[in-house]
């Protein structure tokens, strides 16, 4: 079992970037892929990026590519979101998960077991 754990989200413009993390409980992070969705405010929950328990793996929406770049650190239990040219439809409270099968980057949020609370990304036009 992990927890999960979101951080670096904030209010900023059109154009600007910001980096989210996500932190991970438990010392088998290793075995585990890690995806990012969003949700905005009166909409479903969308898939973002997900990257493989070894990094080897990644998928991102067509709304983000090119403008996102995920990554992992499981020496240090985290993965991270880098987000570019932010656009005000990027707005949304943005969730990490993670789902302990090896070679997968899912896209699916049912093919997860585990999320943390998310955190807020405002993008101002």
């Known amino acids: 079992q992990v927890q999960l754990v979101e951080s670096g989200g904030g209010l900023v413009q059109a154009g600007d970037s910001l980096r989210l993390s996500c932190a991970a409980s438990?010392?088998?992070?290793?075995?585990?892929?890690v995806g990012w969705f969003r949700q905005a405010p009166g909409k479903e929950r969308e898939f973002v990026s997900a990257?493989?328990?070894?990094?080897?793996?990644?998928n991102y929406a067509d709304s983000v590519k090119g403008r996102f770049t995920i990554s992992r650190d499981n020496a240090k239990n985290t993965v991270a979101l880098q987000m570019n040219k932010l656009k005000p439809e990027d707005t949304a409270v943005y969730y990490c998960?993670?789902?302990?099968?090896?070679?997968?980057?899912?896209?699916?949020?049912?093919?997860?077991?585990?999320w943390g609370q998310g955190t807020q990304v405002t993008v101002s036009s």
């Open positions: 438990g010392r088998t992070f290793n075995l585990y892929a």
């Open positions: 998960a993670a789902n302990r099968r090896p070679w997968a980057a899912p896209m699916s949020l049912s093919e997860y077991d585990y």
């Open positions: 990257i493989s328990h070894n990094g080897y793996i990644t």
